[in-house]
């Protein structure tokens, strides 16, 4: 018991350290430049979200207006569908005969 008390110590004392180690959070403007790389990808195979370009979009008027928190979450937001938008295609590209109905 002593022993597992002390290596729950040290390993949360180790822990709280290397938070001090993790990289920053990307900023607003690297989240738009991802994001709509990311829109840009999945529009190259006819998958881009309906949503994702105005998010872009919200979020560099954010940005331009100052609001860095804002600006980050709408570019996060717009990043996500991006991915998820491009994951939907790759999907599709592997499974679209199952779609197909049978006759």
Known sequence: MKRN???TAAL???ML???D???AAPDAKALIEQAETARKEAASLGY???????LIKKAQDALAAGQEAEASK????????GQQSV?????MQKSWQ???PKL
């Open 74 to 81: 709408l570019a996060q937001d717009a990043l996500l569908e």
């Open 21 to 23: 180690l993790r990289a």
């Open 98 to 100: 199952t779609l197909i």
């Open 48 to 54: 881009e979200w309906r949503d994702t370009a105005a």
């Open 5 to 7: 008390l002390l290596s």
């Open 17 to 19: 350290s290397a938070g």
């Open 12 to 14: 949360l004392s180790v």
């Open 87 to 91: 994951a939907q295609a790759h999907s």
